[in-house]
T-cell receptor
Framework: KNEVEQSPQNLTAQEGEFITINCSYS?????LHWLQQHPGGGIVSLFM???GKKKHGRLIATINIQEKHSSLHITASHPRDSAVYIC???????????????FGKGMKLTVNP | NAGVTQTPKFQVLKTGQSMTLQCAQD?????MYWYRQDPGMGLRLIYY???????DKGEVPNGYNVSRLNKREFSLRLESAAPSQTSVYFC?????????????FGSGTQLSVL
């Protein structure tokens, strides 16, 4: 079982729809990142959170530490939101070990006009 | 302020050839990383450098070497390229001191090894 699972793997939506992208993880974490990768390939960090909720424009990210789950919401979706959304978790240090960043496989979102 | 600059953008190599991927950041970040991205898989860490003068292996270091030349630059070298190293490579950086700091990525290098 992967340490970070994203669902769905692909999503097609119509412009204006409310979109939710999910991320579940199986390890203890110190932080969770949401990243956006556009068709051109560049990767941009959207959010980094360790608890609660963060909002930036039409994007909202939430995390539930107890349930080991995070969601990325896109309100009033637009074709320019079409991208791959990647969840990554910074796992807590095991005894004597070091933290590491584990990436999900990503979710491809297509928003049609 | 360019952020993370990664070169080249594209490269085609023959098996056995060598090359170096260059990465530089102008944000005074301590930590720098090299990842590879393959279809159907998440980004995987090749090597990282927590500070100038230190480097450590990541998840998939075999076939690669790195150099943290100074605080700005972190290069990735393939000494003898193999077809299994065909991938998209990303350099990234962050301020480790700000423990929950965001990651900043370069634009990627698409490498094909024939």
């Amino acid at each position: 079982k992967n340490e970070v699972e994203q669902s769905p793997q692909n999503l097609t939506a119509q412009e204006g729809e409310f979109i939710t992208i999910n991320c579940s993880y199986s390890v203890g974490i110190s932080a969770l990142h949401w990243l956006q990768q556009h068709p051109g390939g560049g990767i941009v960090s959207l959010f980094m959170l360790s608890s609660g909720k963060k909002k930036h424009g039409r994007l909202i990210a939430t995390i539930n530490i107890q349930e080991k789950h995070s969601s990325l919401h896109i309100t009033a979706s637009h074709p320019r939101d079409s991208a791959v959304y990647i969840c990554a978790v910074r796992s807590q240090k095991p005894e004597g070990g070091s933290e590491k960043l584990v990436f999900g496989k990503g979710m491809k979102l297509t928003v049609n006009p | 302020n360019a952020g993370v600059t990664q070169t080249p953008k594209f490269q085609v190599l023959k098996t056995g050839q060598s090359m170096t991927l260059q990465c530089a950041q102008d944000m005074n970040h301590n930590s720098m990383y090299w990842y590879r991205q393959d279809p159907g898989m998440g980004l995987r860490l090749i090597y990282y450098s927590a500070s100038e003068g230190t480097t450590d292996k990541g998840e998939v270091p075999n076939g690669y070497n790195v150099s943290r030349l100074n605080k700005r630059e972190f290069s990735l070298r393939l000494e003898s390229a193999a077809p299994s190293q065909t991938s998209v490579y990303f350099c990234a950086s962050k301020i480790e001191a700000a423990r929950l700091g965001k990651l900043f990525f370069g634009s990627g290098t698409q490498l094909s090894v024939l």
